[in-house]
């Protein structure tokens, strides 16, 4: 027998707000950081922009909600999901009073292609600083994300789940600016990401473009992240090695 069919002891005469999700998904090209917006295709506010989301079924949990969302309305699969934020103006949705529990994502946009589904028309990527008008409170919400993701990588490289599993310095560097809204000196930046011990170097030809296809123009130093050892050795320490 379903439990919330079932006699309640305790019932109590007033108002219930509803609950939903909504995900800030964050992806990087190497160049622009985005943002994964739906294109809604039901009212209110039909034909905008706005963060995957909806509301919460009374079987299941919040953190099953925002990943069933993010299925149906974008394709997207096992992601890295952190919840953030609770947003509760009351009167942020004209349909009714709901709140809403906000997520973050990171994912490497190579490895999803989006599939729009559910009630959103199309699922596209946006970058960060050139969004369109958006539905409900969602501007808010990603500005919010925006500064989370800000103090979380303080304490913690989550940087490296927007990167390739291969990435260059420049592109790590690139992100680290983007997120914290400055700029760091080339040589001064590569010094201490080399010192974190977490980067493994490999070198990988790129060819000309131009000339005979065989010659090799330079070699192109690339990295990825020693996530394995990184977790087995911070279990021990509180320190961030990638603190900038």
């Known amino acids: 027998m379903n439990l919330f069919n079932a006699q309640k002891p305790y019932q109590y005469d007033y108002p219930h707000p509803a609950v939903t999700t909504d995900s800030v998904v964050f992806g990087f090209d190497g160049r622009t950081l985005h943002v994964l917006l739906i294109e809604r295709g039901v ?5 905008m922009w706005a963060l995957p989301g909806g509301f919460m079924h009374i079987d ?6 925002a ?3 993010l299925r149906e309305e974008a394709g997207i699969k096992e992601v890295y999901l952190e919840q953030f934020h ?10 009714e009073r709901v709140v809403t529990v906000a997520f973050f994502a990171m994912v490497r946009k190579s490895d999803f ?9 199309d699922a596209l990527w946006f970058e960060i600083d050139s969004l369109p008008p958006l539905a409900f409170d969602h501007a808010e919400i990603i500005e919010k994300a925006r500064a989370h993701i800000r103090e979380v990588l303080k304490s913690r490289p989550i940087i490296f789940k927007l990167l390739d599993k291969k990435f260059t310095i420049p592109e790590l560097q690139r992100l680290y600016e983007i997120i914290n809204g400055t700029t760091y000196d080339r ?14 170097e490999t070198e990988t030809p790129t060819r000309a473009s131009s000339g005979n296809p065989s010659q090799i123009k330079r070699l192109t130093r690339v990295f990825s992240f020693d996530e394995d050892s990184f977790e087995e050795e911070q279990s021990e320490s509180s320190r ?3 603190l900038i």
């Open 187 to 200: 040589r001064n930046f590569h010094k201490k990401m080399a010192s974190t011990g977490y980067l493994v």
């Open 113 to 121: 292609e989006l599939i729009a589904g559910d009630d959103a028309k």
């Open 43 to 47: 009212q209110p506010f039909l034909g």
């Open 67 to 69: 990943r069933r969302e």
């Open 60 to 65: 299941e949990t919040i953190e099953e909600c």
């Open 240 to 242: 961030n090695p990638f």
């Open 86 to 95: 609770v947003f509760s103006s009351v009167r942020r949705d004209p349909r």
